[in-house]
């Protein structure tokens, strides 16, 4: 898949507004009741990020980000203010925040994930997008070092030990992440303004599959 490891602006994506998007299909019986079933078994994420142009310098930068992307071709990270942890908002990320799988003695690569909860129900999200040097981790909640053999790759969101973490370990991670997304449109319809800088109605923003 074509893919740009290059992220989206933080002074303008910080002031975009969006968020994940599920599929359900919803069948109305004739008692009134209903039948649910989901499409999708993950989320997917919408933005749309001409809330954050103010400047005219922003909207220059959108359009040559847009450009050097051509359009919809390729994908990009992006910084989602609203959730860019492996923690609350708040907090630090360390490396007890999120499980990532338990030691057999054999597998050397686990995938980052975040974990969602509400109650007695969660849901566990793949992160292929870690930020570079943000990630760290605990094996039964001690810390390692990457002296202490292991490394994780910025464009999957593996984490590779050198030596198979032993059965019944169990492995967690904390880390700063970014969303894969494109453009969700080939044109970007600017308004021309010449008392202001001009501005555009909408440039949304689709979180890609990796």
Wanted: glycine share 10%.
């Amino acid at each position: 898949m074509a893919f740009h490891e290059v992220r989206f602006p933080d002074s303008i994506s910080r002031g975009a507004r969006g968020g994940p998007e599920r599929r359900t299909q919803i069948v109305e019986l004739a008692s009134g009741a209903e039948e649910r079933n989901a499409s999708w078994a993950n989320s997917r994420r919408r933005y749309d990020v001409a809330y954050g142009i103010r400047r005219a310098d922003d909207l220059a930068a959108v359009v040559a980000f847009f450009e050097a992307r051509n359009g919809r071709l390729y994908g990009f990270r992006f910084k989602d203010w609203a959730d860019f942890k492996s923690c609350l908002p708040s907090q630090t990320p360390g490396p007890s925040d999120q499980p990532i799988g338990t030691g057999n003695g054999v597998a050397t690569q686990f995938q980052l994930t975040k974990r969602y909860s509400s109650g007695v129900q969660s849901w566990t999200r793949a992160i292929t997008k870690p930020v570079a040097e943000t990630v760290t981790i605990a094996l039964s909640g001690t810390p390692q070092g990457p002296e202490d053999g292991w490394s994780v790759s910025t464009s999957t969101g593996l984490v590779t030990f050198n030596v198979p973490p032993a059965t019944g370990v169990a492995l967690t991670a904390g880390f700063e992440f970014d969303v894969p997304v494109r453009f969700d449109t080939d044109t970007l319809d600017i308004t021309l303004d010449l008392e202001r800088f001009g501005s555009i109605t909408s440039i949304p923003l689709l979180e890609i599959r990796t």
